[in-house]
Structure formats: structure tokens, C-alpha cells
């Protein structure tokens, strides 16, 4: 989820805030912080809105990630785990992804799903990832692939 937890021995230091991102709106602003490309463009500051809300990807052809939001800010390779915040300065998102054959199509994990991660690993210092062991195939795609006729017309096909 592109999430780094650190523990600084240290007080006094500045922090960001973190926000609500159950409380975002399609239109508001959003500034993407990041190092798009590498160090040569380090520390690069991005404006744009939200886009979209529960925006879901295929990042692979078997990872999927639900629920993001979308930006039109620009996010880049090296902008990941990045904030994405509002226009109060409050982090809302943790840049993650951007749509690589389109301009202005980036992606963010909402911060009140990392919250739930870093407070479990605050508390017990690790976070289990937890798979259902399935994956799902379009029924179309599956009867092209195996060469097959099944009698359902459309559905998803759960394999283990």
C-alpha cells in the first residue's frame, strides 16, 4: 500500500495532519507531494481536484486495488507513498498509481484505510495482509480462453 511507518526517537517534531477522506467531494482540491522519476526531480509539488471517489484499478492481471481516489494531480513513478492532501494541508490519500496510457489519471489509497493499518501496527508492530484465496475470471474470458460454452449467458468464475 505503499505505507512506511517510522518510529523516530525524537519530540517536539513538526507532523502532518492527517484528514477524512470519507469526507471528500468530487471538485475539491487535492496537491500531490512526491519525487516523480527519481531524486532528479525531488520534493515536487503537484495541484489539481478529486477527480473520482471508490475508483477501482487492475495494476496487474492479478492485482486489483479497490476503493482509491482519483486525481488529476500528477502522479508519477517515484511519486508513490507521496501524500495527497487538501486544501487545508490534511493528508486525505497516499499516492499510489497513475493510468499510464492517459494524462491526469492518478490514484490514491484514502487515508482512513491506511489509519486501520497503522494503528494495528502501532499496537502489535506488524499488519497480515488477509487473502481470500480465490480470483474471479469473466465468464466471457474464460469460455474464450478454455474453448468452452457454459449456459450462463454472464457472471464471474471463481477459481482457487
Do not use: C, W
Not at 505505507?3 to 477524512?20: Q, R
Not at 515536487?44 to 476503493?67: C, F, K, M
Not at 500528477?74 to 495527497?84: D, E, F, K, T, V
Amino acid at each position: 500500500m505503499d505505507l512506511a511507518i517510522l518510529k523516530v526517537n525524537a519530540t517536539g517534531l513538526p507532523e502532518a495532519t492527517l484528514g477524512d477522506s470519507d469526507n471528500l467531494e468530487v471538485g475539491q482540491l487535492a496537491v500531490a507531494i512526491g519525487n516523480p522519476l527519481g531524486l532528479d526531480f525531488q520534493r515536487t509539488v503537484t495541484s489539481g481536484i478529486i477527480s473520482g471517489l471508490h475508483r477501482t484499478i487492475r495494476v496487474d492481471e492479478s492485482t486489483i486495488i479497490e476503493d482509491l481516489i482519483q486525481t488529476d494531480a500528477s502522479i508519477n513513478p517515484g511519486n508513490s507513498g507521496g501524500p495527497l492532501l487538501n486544501s487545508k494541508g490534511e493528508v486525505i490519500g497516499i499516492n499510489t498509481a497513475k493510468i499510464k496510457t492517459a494524462e491526469g489519471l492518478g490514484f490514491s489509497i484514502p487515508i482512513n484505510m491506511a489509519k486501520t493499518i497503522i494503528n494495528q501496527v502501532v499496537k502489535e508492530g506488524t499488519y497480515k495482509t488477509v487473502f481470500i484465496g480465490i480470483t474471479g475470471v469473466d465468464l466471457e474470458l474464460y469460455e474464450r480462453q478454455l474453448g468452452v460454452d457454459l449456459k450462463a449467458d454472464n457472471g464471474v468464475i471463481l477459481t482457487v
